[in-house]
Structure formats: C-alpha cells, structure tokens
C-alpha cells in the first residue's frame, strides 16, 4: 500500500508504495484513511526526538490522526462496523512504527469514535490529537465564568482549541498574538491579545496586577514556563508540553486517546461549541512539505493532508 515513511532519523520523508498492509488483529479495527494531518509530534519523530527513550521500528510510517471508513473488524469489537465512518489518533506505541499517512492504519478500539453526520471527512482527519489534548488541559484548569486565563500557543491547533473551550466556560482568555493574528484570535475568542515576542509578562501585569487565574503552555517544551509567576496564589497551571512544574494546581497533562474524551470532542463539533480551522491542506504524496511547512513557517491552525 501508499505510505508515507521515514527509514533514517532527520532525513525526509518519503512517499513509498510497497509498505505492507496492515492485519486487524483482536481488539483492533482497520480504517481506509481518507484524511489526516500535520501534528508537531511527526517532526519530533522523523527527526529521532524519542528514539533514546521508545523502542522505533523503522521504516516508522508518520501521522496520527486519521479520518475514513471502517474496512475490518478484529475480534471482541463491538462500538463501530465494517462501512461506519470514523476518526481517531493512532498512539505512539512501542515500538513507534505504524502511523495514519497511509491508505490503510490498523488501530485499536478505543483510538476511535463515529464520525457525526455533520462533520467533514477533512475538519474530522484533523481534529483527534490536537482536541483531545486541548478538552484535557482545560478541564485540568477547572475554569470558571469569570476567570481570567492566559494561553500560550493560541494560534496552534492544541491553543486555538484550548481558546474555544475556555471561552465556552465563561473565562475570559489572554493570548500572545502577532499583529497579524489579531482577527484570527479574535475570531477564536480571545479578549486580550498580548505583544507576542514584546514583554508579555509586563502587558498581563499591567492589567492583572493581581495576577491571571490560570495558564496554559502549549508552547514551551519540557522545562518550567516563563509565565508561572503571573498566576495569582491558588491559580492553576496545566500544559500538554510539561512545562506546568510540579505542585498544587499544576497539572502536566499525559496525553492517550480515548473513546470517552473522543466522543466529547465529536460533541464539541458537532454542535459548534468548536471549530478547527486550517491553514493547508497537502495531498498524501506532498506529506513532506507539510511536515515542512509546519516547522519552518508561523501557521494558524492546523494544516491537513489529504489521503485519499
């Protein structure tokens, strides 16, 4: 089958036609994937970011999220059919091998939910890591009409969602923007735009002298956020990235699908509680300008890749 893969770590993914289908085995449903998308995960795989802490099998085949047509059913399989339209996210595993940019993706139960009638194949194929990551944060933070939020990251997929959700909750949201972001973050729900790569820090002071209630960091990766001290005493932290510390009220979120979390994501659309736009959209055999394009550009939302 049609798969998109990388045999050597920091070398560019390949489009390759001689990749294996996948067997459905107990527990695991086969999906023909129509869409997908680009997730920063894929760059950190392609580029060896895990390989001294998960076991990789390589040619590793990229992309998470998925978005098609049951194919198979394996045995003990009751919440979905052969013909049900769903979407869902492909975990990592161990070894980190299988991956959705391919025509066929062989995945367990509990990665996938049906597809609601009103929602496209494409806003489906890039919805699961990035809205499941964003409805676990933000129910970490507990918010409440009339809190004050910062977050981090707004013009990402996690972010942009994250965005939606804490507005949904009555909070009022702060996010760091690029002038020409404005109208995008605005759009989203943001209520305060703060001078992104100016003195943020010093903007949320000047307005919240007594500090934000709560924080969320999609952006900085695996050490402490700069943006701790701007959250009043008994505040929450919580961030996808483990930039959260440790703590009372800071939470780092571990991310795993979930039918549960899945479902409440398909509400979400469904009845437009969210949108996710997207930036791009790349057909399966131009996986690596997306992957590119992702890493190397300022992008709003997310960016999808078509695949079949």
Sequence with gaps: ??????????????????????????????????????????????HGVFAATVPHHLPVTLGRDFAGTVEAVGAGVRTVEVGDWVFGEVPAGEPVHRGAWAELVATGEHTLVRRPAALDAGTAGVAALAATTAVMTVDALDLASGDTVLVVGATGGVGGIA?????????????????????????????????????????????HPEGVDALLDAVTAYEITPFADLVRSGGRIASPTEAAGYGPGRTNVSH????????????????????????????????????????????RGKIAVRVT
């Excluded at 390949?14 to 869409?35: C, S």
């Excluded at 702060?174 to 003195?199: C, K, M, N, S, T």
Aim: proline share 7%.
């Design 1 to 46: 089958m049609r798969a998109v893969t990388v045999s050597e770590f920091g070398a560019p993914p390949t489009v390759r036609d001689d990749v294996p289908e996948p067997v459905v085995g107990p527990g695991q449903v086969l999906v023909r994937v129509r869409a997908s998308s680009v997730n920063w995960f894929d760059a950190d795989i392609a």
């Design 163 to 207: 965005v939606q959700l804490a507005r949904a909750a009555g909070a009022t949201v702060l996010a760091p923007g690029l002038p020409e972001d404005e109208e995008y973050l605005r759009g989203l729900g943001v209520h305060e735009i703060l001078p992104r790569g100016g003195d943020v820090i010093g903007a949320v002071r000047e307005h």
């Design 256 to 299: 795993g699908p979930c039918t549960e979390i899945l479902a409440r994501v398909a509400r979400h659309l469904a009845d437009g509680t969210i949108t996710i736009p997207v930036h791009d959209t790349y057909d399966l055999a131009d996986a690596a300008k997306a992957l590119k394009a992702l890493t190397a550009h300022h992008t």
